[in-house]
């Protein structure tokens, strides 16, 4: 029996609660780990205009499904690590592939629910676009024109919302990590190579400008809904 248990029971002897804490269990186990498994593409890639099945495939299969993969395998790892006598090395390195990984997990199934099934956006979240942006036109000049100037390195763009400020705002990401804190992203736009060059080589702004043709509304009405609680 350790020290601190010891106090624990002596404690609720004392106060007459020895009767609850021989109740409770003897110690909590962490819950199991979850398991990750990649999601099929929500829409049949033969049907996106601009982007190939190809490339959709492609992104899907081996970016995308390969994130999920390495997130398994890290979360294994660090459930096999024993914090306490872990090098400082092996704990960050660790935690920071967790986060690119989950982050490249997440924001990948954002952005093929992004090109899922056709839908306008919502009442709610036209409104709150024509409040925080000025207009649906100017929200998207700007949304295209952060991807474009992405065009060459890599990242994301993201509308987001931001709990914080009760508003949407565009945001930028040069990795998987960079993402607003408290921010619930609804609509993401990849700038990474993998997910244009198949199809349009280094002209990142074709690939943009089909993005936004092609792009749908039905999951960021359904996230903008949970974040405002709409
Ligand atoms: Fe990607």
Redesign the pocket.
């Known amino acids: 029996m350790t020290e601190a248990v010891f106090d624990r029971r002596a404690l609720l002897a004392a106060t007459g609660l020895m009767s609850l804490a021989s109740a409770l269990p003897a110690a909590a186990q962490p819950a199991a780990p979850v398991a990750f498994s990649p999601q099929p593409l929500p829409f049949d890639p033969k049907g996106v205009p601009g982007l190939s099945e190809k490339l959709l495939t492609s ?1 899907h299969d081996n ?2 499904a390969s994130a999920v993969k390495r997130l398994g395998s890290i979360r294994a790892d660090i459930g096999k690590l024993d914090f306490a006598t872990a090098p400082n090395f092996a704990i960050n390195g660790l935690k920071r592939e967790e986060l690119i990984a989950w982050n490249s997990m997440i924001l ?1 199934e954002l952005y093929f629910a992004g090109l899922a099934a056709p839908a306008a956006p919502s009442a709610g979240l036209a409104q709150a676009i024509e409040r925080d942006f000025g207009g649906h036109d100017r929200w998207a000049g700007e949304f295209s024109a952060m991807g474009k100037a992405l065009g060459g390195g890599s990242g994301w763009v993201l509308l987001t919302y931001s709990r914080h400020d009760g508003r949407l705002v565009n945001t930028w990401a040069s990795d998987h990590t960079q993402t607003l804190a408290d921010g619930a992203p609804i609509l993401a736009l ?1 700038m ?1 190579e ?2 244009y060059a198949m199809d349009y080589g280094a002209k990142a702004a074709g690939y943009v400008d089909a993005f936004m043709k092609a792009m749908t509304w039905a999951e960021a009405n359904r996230r903008f809904a949970t974040a405002t609680h709409a």
């Open positions: 992104h970016n995308y990948h990849d990474y993998h997910a």
